[in-house]
């Protein structure tokens, strides 16, 4: 992203915000993984979307029109024995030169400078809750402002919810930012395809994780937007299997949900596939319903459709399937009474999707005014739906238990209707075959 790209963004926000106002916002603290050692550092997502700012210890402050400097940025000073040790900071000329700032101070100066500017604001914009010991120190020095009231001063008579303008303007994705999620979906792909050509049975769950990593590596994504989830046999009907620590069965399938995180923006791809290469009689009946579910549910996908129509395209088709392949009895069972008694839950128990971003179920409400909001243009998605029949699933056939299979792609809505960016990664039947053949 381009200093330009995030200038435009605190420009949008500002635009939104009342007059006489302050928005605040902290970077992510560093999480200790044990004793002293931290887990790797990863900015809070919407302190980065406004600032680019990669290091903690740091507060972001805009205040529109405000003559001397309506971005201020609070970090670290630069310390030459530290850097020694932890490698350079930006520092507040670098907060400056390189990342956009109007003005910067050290992180250490926030309680005496930051009240200051809190007593020529109205309004305060601040996500309370999501930074607690920051949330303290804000009402501590608004409170501070307020029994000076006899002074003159009167400082700030409102907060408002920061995150509920601030996630609108994350939800639509700018050029630049779909660029980034379409090369982040096409690092994945390529991820779940080494996975496929390289997978035998006898191997662990965990080998074709690490081949997954080391793909996305290999192009430059470095972190994973999500614990990778590598599910063999019924392992794969524990939709948050993440311990990967089983070995892989001949005639089984193996369910992969992976996507890596590149320059901050995720990616999500499932793909289910046989451990052996072939898939059987039974396990082709599964998928094909799946695989039409997913193709109904993006037929859904467009401007002008509401959130939920994908979701219900794909639960039709579910259910129809478990109504054919015996997993729900037919008689009385027609298709529109499991429908609205949601029996299909039994065996797809979750929505077809989330919105996709910095993070990998992102911000952005899914109603608005309690009604499913409408999709546009710019917004991403993921469409996954899946079928999971649990090993000890009562009153169900033999070949269809312990089998768990979903199809996971993230997809853009267009003006025309929509783009699948994950299109890559096979997930027909026969391709699928043919790539792991090459093996």
Same mark, same amino acid.
């Given at each position: 992203?381009?200093?330009?790209?995030?200038?435009?963004?605190?420009?949008?926000?500002?635009?939104?915000?009342?007059?006489?106002?302050?928005?605040?916002?902290?970077?992510?603290?560093?999480?200790?993984?044990?004793?002293?050692?931290?887990?790797?550092?990863?900015?809070?997502?919407?302190?980065?979307?406004?600032?680019?700012?990669?290091?903690?210890?740091?507060?972001?402050?805009?205040?529109?029109?405000?003559?001397?400097?309506?971005?201020?940025?609070?970090?670290?000073?630069?310390?030459?024995?530290?850097?020694?040790?932890?490698?350079?900071?930006?520092?507040?000329?670098?907060?400056?030169?390189?990342?956009?700032?109007?003005?910067?101070?050290?992180?250490?100066?926030?309680?005496?400078?930051?009240?200051?500017?809190?007593?020529?604001?109205?309004?305060?914009?601040?996500?309370?809750?999501?930074?607690?010991?920051?949330?303290?120190?804000?009402?501590?020095?608004?409170?501070?402002?307020?029994?000076?009231?006899? #002074?003159?001063?009167?400082?700030?008579? #409102?907060?408002?919810?920061?995150?509920?303008?601030?996630?609108?303007?994350?939800?639509?994705?700018?050029?630049?930012?779909?660029?980034?999620?379409?090369?982040?979906?096409?690092?994945?792909?390529?991820?779940?395809?080494?996975?496929?050509?390289?997978?035998?049975?006898?191997?662990?769950?965990? #080998?074709?994780?690490?081949?997954?990593?080391? #793909?996305?590596?290999?192009?430059?994504?470095?972190?994973?937007?999500?614990?990778?989830?590598?599910?063999?046999?019924?392992?794969?009907?524990?939709?948050?299997?993440?311990?990967?620590?089983?070995?892989?069965?001949?005639?089984?399938?193996?369910?992969?949900?992976?996507?890596?995180?590149?320059?901050?923006?995720?990616?999500?791809?499932?793909?289910?596939?046989?451990?052996?290469?072939?898939?059987?009689?039974?396990?082709?009946?599964?998928?094909?319903?799946?695989?039409?579910?997913?193709?109904?549910?993006?037929?859904?996908?467009?401007?002008?459709?509401?959130?939920?129509?994908?979701?219900?395209?794909?639960?039709?088709?579910?259910?129809?399937?478990?109504?054919?392949?015996?997993?729900?009895?037919?008689?009385?069972?027609?298709?529109?009474?499991?429908?609205?008694?949601?029996?299909?839950?039994?065996?797809?128990?979750?929505?077809?999707?989330?919105?996709?971003?910095?993070?990998?179920?992102?911000?952005?409400?899914?109603?608005?005014?309690?009604?499913?909001?409408?999709?546009?243009?710019?917004?991403?998605?993921?469409?996954?739906?899946?079928?999971?029949?649990?090993?000890?699933?009562?009153?169900?056939?033999?070949?269809?238990?312990?089998?768990?299979?979903?199809?996971?792609?993230?997809?853009?809505?267009?003006?025309?209707?929509?783009?699948?960016?994950?299109?890559?990664?096979?997930?027909?039947?026969?391709?699928?075959?043919?790539?792991?053949?090459?093996?």
């Amino acid at each position: 992203m381009t200093r330009s790209e995030f200038k435009r963004r605190r420009k949008a926000l500002m635009e939104m915000m009342e007059p006489d106002s302050i928005a605040i916002l902290p970077a992510s603290p560093i999480s200790v993984r044990n004793r002293d050692v931290h887990y790797p550092y990863r900015p809070d997502s919407d302190f980065y979307y406004l600032t680019g700012f990669p290091e903690p210890e740091a507060v972001a402050v805009l205040i529109p029109g405000r003559a001397q400097a309506e971005y201020i940025l609070f970090c670290r000073e630069h310390d030459e024995k530290k850097a020694r040790w932890d490698g350079p900071v930006a520092g507040q000329e670098g907060a400056v030169a390189r990342y956009g700032a109007d003005d910067s101070f050290p992180i250490t100066d926030l309680d005496e400078i930051l009240p200051r500017m809190l007593e020529q604001a109205r309004r305060v914009y601040y996500a309370m809750g999501a930074h607690p010991d920051l949330d303290q120190r804000v009402l501590d020095w608004v409170n501070g402002i307020r029994r000076r009231a006899r #002074e003159g001063v009167t400082g700030p008579v #409102e907060f408002i919810a920061l995150d509920h303008y601030l996630h609108e303007l994350r939800l639509f994705k700018s050029r630049p930012e779909i660029k980034v999620m379409a090369r982040a979906a096409a690092i994945s792909a390529e991820a779940h395809k080494r996975a496929m050509r390289v997978c035998r049975p006898g191997m662990m769950e965990y #080998e074709l994780e690490a081949e997954i990593l080391h #793909e996305c590596a290999c192009h430059g994504a470095r972190a994973q937007a999500y614990a990778p989830i590598v599910g063999g046999g019924a392992n794969a009907c524990v939709l948050h299997h993440v311990d990967n620590a089983s070995p892989l069965r001949d005639g089984d399938l193996v369910l992969i949900d992976a996507g890596c995180e590149l320059d901050y923006y995720a990616s999500d791809i499932t793909r289910t596939f046989p451990v052996n290469g072939r898939f059987s009689p039974a396990q082709r009946d599964l998928y094909a319903w799946v695989l039409a579910a997913q193709k109904a549910a993006l037929e859904k996908v467009r401007p002008g459709n509401h959130w939920d129509d994908p979701h219900q395209a794909a639960v039709r088709t579910l259910a129809k399937g478990m109504l054919e392949l015996g997993l729900v009895k037919g008689g009385k069972a027609t298709l529109a009474k499991i429908v609205r008694d949601a029996r299909y839950k039994r065996f797809y128990m979750h929505r077809t999707g989330h919105w996709l971003g910095m993070d990998v179920h992102d911000v952005g409400d899914y109603k608005v005014d309690g009604e499913w909001r409408l999709l546009e243009p710019g917004m991403c998605l993921t469409v996954e739906p899946g079928l999971y029949i649990a090993p000890d699933a009562g009153g169900v056939a033999k070949r269809w238990r312990g089998t768990g299979i979903r199809i996971e792609d993230d997809v853009l809505v267009t003006p025309e209707g929509h783009e699948v960016l994950s299109s890559d990664a096979p997930k027909d039947m026969d391709e699928i075959e043919h790539l792991m053949g090459e093996r």
